[in-house]
């Protein structure tokens, strides 16, 4: 399994659906500490300092990659991290629930290594299973098998994603982190792009659906769409 994730497992007739990737990994390798000092490390000290970080995309994560919590990142805290990562496995896997122990083939059917989500989590409507990535690219697998569908299909809508892809009414919502909503058709044909919003503010939650409705809340509005 990934290192750390943020991923929540899907459960679909007794099966649990898992898909998740730690950055740093894969097709999404971490920058070296030499690619993030050339950037930050303003006083070249080899050190890279929280006051240094301020208004980066490291500011968030400063904390969590101070391995040995001196303040500082250094290229001792990148090679534990790049360790720490090198345990785990970035993947899509279908588990049957009652084993015990390291899993064999009878709990674990399946399993697809591309694609794969960060932070949302997998969709799993009408036999197909769903994830979006970042970077605005779409993945769907047959459930049963395993079978790929297509993969990373691009959805013209750069950017992370938080928010989890969502279903309504044989269609599927996703939406960027910066505010772009996308919605393409179902099924095992390549995803085919019905309609795109750009709210143009953050777009963390997942859409809620009640009836025939649909709630999306960006960071400082709540919207309702109906059919």
Not at 29 to 36: G, H, L, N, R
Not at 80 to 89: D, R, T
Not at 105 to 113: A, H, I, L, M
Not at 188 to 209: G, S
Request: glycine residues 10%.
């Amino acid at each position: 399994m990934p290192s750390f994730t943020c991923t929540t497992a899907v459960e679909v007739n007794g099966l649990l659906f898992f898909a998740g990737r730690s950055p740093g990994k894969g097709d999404n390798p971490m920058s070296s500490f030499e690619q993030m000092a050339s950037n930050l490390d303003k006083n070249k000290d080899r050190a890279i300092t929280p006051d240094e970080v301020k208004g980066s995309s490291l500011e968030t994560f400063f904390r969590a990659q101070d391995i040995n919590g001196d303040g500082k990142l250094t290229a001792w805290d990148a090679g534990a991290m790049k360790a720490m990562m090198s345990k785990g496995e970035n993947v899509l896997v279908t588990v049957r629930p009652g084993g015990k122990g390291e899993l064999g083939e009878v709990q674990v059917t399946w399993k697809q290594t591309r694609g794969l989500p960060y932070v949302p989590s997998p969709l799993y409507h009408k036999g197909h299973i769903y994830l979006v990535k970042d970077g605005g690219m779409a993945s769907c697998y047959h459930a049963k098998t395993g079978a790929i569908a297509y993969q990373q299909e691009r959805l013209n809508a750069l950017g992370n994603y938080y928010a989890s892809p969502v279903a309504a009414d044989d269609r599927i919502i996703v939406a960027s982190l910066d505010g772009k909503l996308t919605v393409f058709a179902a099924g095992a044909e390549l995803p085919k792009i019905l309609h795109q919003v750009n709210f143009k503010e953050r777009i963390a939650a997942t859409a809620a659906q009640m009836e025939n409705n649909v709630y999306v809340r960006t960071s400082t509005s709540l919207y309702s769409f109906g059919k």
